[in-house]
């Protein structure tokens, strides 16, 4: 494929209920269906970002996972987003992608928000993981790794980043600044998938999820309070004769990740 189409999600999530979640992002995705190739939704879309995994936490083929597996299925595109994942004793914000072929990947989230305390109850994750999907490598992030560009990285093996988030409003700045700059500094789409309205902590989340050029240029746009889908269409075929005309990553400097 030359071109993908993705639509990202931004509900209003509800705090810790995670059926009336589905219900909700199912009516959003709706009319998405055979109309676009991913849905990309927050981070911890059915509950919120919440510090309560013994309670939340889920099998790797849980009922979120099942949830996700019928929508990629009946709609016949790629479904991703994080939630709480529980593996033996550990719990991970584990991003997942389903396709309606019932294929599945996984991101876990390396850089865990110390700040609210998701360090203490969360393990962090070890991989940085790459995607291809109908014709697009992608890579998947959660949220706090935005502010980490190294992770970010993209070494002539990425055409779309992924950000899932629940991105308060007092830092929205922060947010669509470092989205543009690690479209910028990576000559990469992104997407940023965020919330809206206010969770049971009492923070009130920024939304404006956005899908980005590899220029930094926003070309799709979502409001701060309106739940709602956007969707743009991706052109490899464009994405490649930018890098070729301006090749910024020739002059890239050559690292390795300890892990």
């Not at 206010?198 to 050029?213: F, K, L």
Request: some cysteine; aromatic content about 12%; glycine content about 6%.
């Amino acid at each position: 494929m030359h071109h993908m189409k993705i639509s990202v999600i931004q509900p209003d999530i509800v705090w810790e209920d995670k059926s009336r979640n589905f219900q909700n992002i199912t009516e959003l995705i709706f009319p998405l269906y055979n109309k676009t190739d991913l849905i990309i939704l927050p981070e911890m879309f059915n509950t919120g970002f919440s510090m309560k995994p013994f309670e939340l936490g889920e099998s790797p083929g849980g009922e979120t996972f099942r949830w996700m597996k019928g929508i990629a299925e009946k709609g016949n595109f790629g479904v991703c987003g994080s939630y709480i994942v529980k593996e033996n004793t550990n719990f991970f914000n584990r991003w997942v992608l389903v396709t309606p072929e019932s294929e599945t990947w996984s991101y876990d989230k390396r850089h865990l928000f110390s700040m609210g305390g998701e360090d203490r109850l969360f393990s962090s994750g070890i991989s940085r993981v790459v995607i291809f999907f109908r014709g697009v490598r992608i890579i998947p992030l959660i949220c706090y790794d935005l502010r980490f560009p190294v992770w970010s990285r993209n070494r002539d093996e990425s055409d779309l980043i992924i950000y899932v988030a629940n991105w308060p409003e007092i830092r929205k700045n922060v947010w669509s600044t470092l989205l543009k700059a690690r479209a910028i500094e990576n000559q990469c789409y992104v997407a940023g998938s965020n919330r809206t309205g206010t969770d049971g902590e009492g923070i009130r989340y920024c939304g404006e999820s956005m899908i980005i050029n590899p220029r930094g240029e926003p070309i799709e746009f979502a409001d701060t309070d309106q739940e709602c889908s956007i969707t743009a269409e991706l052109s490899m075929i464009e994405l490649a004769d930018f890098r070729k005309k301006f090749p910024v990553m020739n002059d890239a400097d050559d690292f390795t990740l300890n892990l």
